[in-house]
């Protein structure tokens, strides 16, 4: 059953702005007084602007920390959000939904995949994995972008390679002054691929997300240790709307993380 509280926003007030690229922006909130917000990594709210609307956002930052929300300006609610600025309120509900399980990954080698603003969400659980790092084995991130100026996270993720994580960044096509790799990350796995014995979770585009995973699979890594974040097939956060009703799951309620197993019958 969902709790009252569910339906109703609380009141929440922006703290702080930063411009990742020309059109993604993360907000950093303080929900009712208090600048500590508990979630798990991989789980999402959802924001509200008065006289707009509301949308489903994953967090991106870590858990304890301040709420902050990485957002890209492509509809109106996102829009409205880009016209604010610290100090004025929205609204919040949740936190909502699955999460990347990391408390059960004690041990393992742990490898991130993320496409695009898809880092949004994986970014929370890179986090919270650097802060416990002691309870896990190697630390890796492959992180593709169809261009140098569409990474987001680019001073964070100086310091991420600073604190042990090994990070391997590509983008879609050739372009001056870049010298990392370049083409898809699936293909990125294929010249560095991971321990066959780790553990990995993956966002991004639909497609990004099926190649990915398709590849970590041919590794030798089992479907139920590949986790993947459907967050874009969200809408009201606790399945009232059906909008991400697909195959009899919710997105929004029994995922949006599925290990790959679940996630193919979804995906399709």
Known sequence: MVEISSYIPEKAKIIG???ETRDIRTFTLEEGGKKAFFFEPGQFVELSVIGVGESPFSISSAPGEALGLTVKN???VTQAMF????GDEVGVRGPFGTHYPLEKMTGRDLVFVAGGFGMASLASAVKHALRNK???GRLSLYYGARSPDEFVFTSEIKQWTKRGLKV???IDNK???WKECVGFVHEAMKHRPPSKDCTAFVCGPPRMIDAAAAQLADTGISEKRIFVSLERKMCCGIGKCGHCLVHGKYVCRDGPVFNYEEAKEVME
């Open 17 to 19: 702005l930063k411009d």
């Open 74 to 76: 492509v509809g109106d």
């Open 83 to 86: 016209n604010l600025k610290k």
């Open 134 to 136: 002691k309870k896990f």
């Open 168 to 170: 391997t960044r590509t």
């Open 175 to 177: 372009c001056k002054g």
